[in-house]
């Protein structure tokens, strides 16, 4: 791909793809009263160094300590006329190594990185191995035991449709209702690796972790299927199975009106294809 050297008229709105890991983060969202690295503080320190003035973000999906951002979407105002070129190579040189700039194009300002999105995508990855990958750590969940996939996916049938996720919502969740659309959910095995996939139009704080968690009790045999579904619609977050680690969650798609126009994210992340 490549970034255009014309300069933008100050002010245009900006989106730009992110990748990051996690694990050195505490979470994406900036937090001024802690003294603590975020993603966001890190990516606006880049972005206002080659802006000379100060520039803040809006990203799509504020995605927890530990967890990775494959392909998360943010936007903002450019103040003072940079190129794209500049606010990606650019501000990658800023970076640290675990953040990525991918592109950025400029996009009509009714663009909003976060309402203007219409479904968000998760991947879960789990090492079923018996012995824990040195490799893989920090980028997948380990979990030795034995899972039936058949199982999972037929518990996954019942997250779909529009429905309440207080099972599945963390306590200190600030979202007004529990409501969410699941569009699609299901597990598949690629190799020694098991992916849990799901989309939705919104999620709530940690509901993949926590879907995830008692998914993984569904295929090893802990619970039934049917224990899942009651879970779901008892709507209490107590009864549900233990929060899953966040080391295996990546957030790695978002998805927008064709009319933005945004560029194509490819298949994520890099661990599927072989790749560290």
């Known amino acids: 791909m490549r970034f255009s050297d014309d300069a933008l008229v100050p002010g245009t709105r900006v989106a730009a793809r992110i990748e990051y890991h996690g694990g050195d983060y505490h979470g994406w969202q900036a937090q001024p009263h802690l003294a ?16 000379g003035v100060s520039v803040t973000s809006t990203c799509a999906g504020r995605t927890d300590t530990g967890v990775h951002g494959f392909s998360q979407i943010i936007h903002f105002d450019d103040p003072v006329g940079r190129s794209i070129k500049a606010w990606v190579l650019g501000t990658n040189r800023h970076l640290p190594d675990n953040v990525r700039v991918h592109w950025a194009t400029p996009v009509s300002s009714d663009f909003h990185a976060r309402f203007s999105a219409t479904e968000r995508r998760y991947r879960y990855i789990i090492c079923n191995t018996p012995t824990k990958s040195a490799a893989l750590d920090g980028l997948v969940t380990w979990y030795r035991h034995t899972l039936n996939l058949d ?16 099972a599945f919502r963390a306590a200190s969740c600030q979202a007004k209702s529990p409501y969410r659309r699941v569009n699609s959910c299901d597990v598949e095995r690629r190799g020694r690796l098991i992916v849990v996939e799901i989309s939705a139009n919104a999620f709530l704080h940690h509901m993949v972790r926590n879907i995830v968690g008692s998914l993984l009790a569904v295929g090893a045999g802990l619970r039934t299927v049917q224990w899942f579904e009651n879970v779901l619609r008892g709507r209490d977050r107590t009864d549900a199975a233990e929060t899953a680690p966040p080391d295996g969650l990546y957030l790695t798609a978002v998805s927008y009106p064709p009319e933005f126009k945004l560029p194509h994210t490819p298949e994520g992340p890099t661990v599927l294809t072989g790749h560290l």
Not at 36 to 51: G, K, M, P, W, Y
């Open 36 to 51: 603590v690295a975020t993603v966001q503080d890190t990516l606006e320190t880049a972005l206002s160094s080659i802006a």
């Open 151 to 166: 199982l999972m996916n037929e518990a996954c049938q019942v997250l779909l449709g529009e429905q309440d996720f207080s």
